[in-house]
């Protein structure tokens, strides 16, 4: 026998929204090349599923960027630290240019915009997609690895804004 849920009242959607608020995320920002060109967002829900393969996931809603992510073969996640604030910034901002002469990005060989300044720049093959509500979740096998060798502090996202976590690096150092 089946069990049908009801769908959630409004005020579970609100309450849903105010305790992701207050739950600290890390911060990535992922590209892929499209049809007019390289596309990036800031995603703040990338979670590591599993390690042999290893796969992540992450869920993109709305946009022509998010639209190109869902739709891509291949993608690079980008992880940030402290030290792409403003990268981060740009990429959350649908109004602010992208991949700029200033930005220190390039192409891949195999196609995908890499940023050169991540710590964590991870090349994905997407394996999964999954339409909920208004969102896409999608799973990525990883392929490549560049890793960025420096000693930026975390960067999170909480309460619909960026901290990086600083103070707690200096004090346990």
């Given at each position: 026998?089946?069990?049908h849920?009801?769908?959630?009242?409004p005020?579970?959607?609100?309450?849903?929204?105010?305790?992701?608020?207050?739950?600290?995320?890390?911060?990535?920002i992922?590209?892929a090349?499209?049809?007019?060109?390289?596309v990036?967002?800031?995603?703040?829900s990338?979670?590591?599923?599993?390690?042999?393969?290893p796969?992540?996931?992450f869920?993109?809603?709305?946009?022509?960027?998010?639209s190109?992510?869902?739709a891509?073969q291949?993608?690079?996640?980008?992880?940030?630290?402290?030290?792409?604030?403003?990268?981060?910034?740009?990429?959350a901002?649908?109004a602010?240019?992208?991949?700029?002469?200033?930005?220190?990005?390039?192409?891949?060989?195999?196609?995908?915009?890499?940023?050169r300044?991540?710590?964590?720049a991870?090349r994905?093959?997407?394996?999964?997609?999954?339409p909920?509500g208004?969102?896409v979740?999608?799973?990525?096998?990883v392929?490549?690895?560049?890793?960025?060798?420096?000693?930026?502090?975390?960067?999170v996202?909480?309460?619909?804004?960026?901290?990086?976590?600083?103070?707690t690096?200096?004090?346990?150092?």
């Amino acid at each position: 026998m089946t069990h049908h849920n009801p769908l959630p009242s409004p005020a579970v959607g609100e309450l849903f929204r105010s305790a992701f608020r207050a739950h600290p995320a890390g911060v990535a920002i992922v590209t892929a090349s499209g049809p007019e060109g390289a596309v990036g967002l800031t995603a703040s829900s990338v979670a590591s599923v599993a390690v042999d393969p290893p796969t992540l996931a992450f869920s993109v809603t709305g946009g022509r960027s998010a639209s190109v992510i869902a739709a891509a073969q291949s993608i690079v996640v980008h992880l940030v630290g402290a030290g792409q604030l403003e990268l981060a910034r740009t990429f959350a901002d649908p109004a602010a240019p992208r991949f700029t002469q200033d930005m220190d990005w390039g192409l891949l060989p195999t196609g995908e915009p890499l940023l050169r300044e991540a710590q964590w720049a991870l090349r994905c093959d997407i394996i999964h997609r999954a339409p909920l509500g208004g969102s896409v979740l999608l799973a990525a096998t990883v392929l490549d690895i560049r890793a960025n060798p420096g000693a930026s502090a975390p960067l999170v996202y909480h309460n619909r804004e960026f901290h990086t976590l600083l103070e707690t690096a200096q004090a346990m150092g």
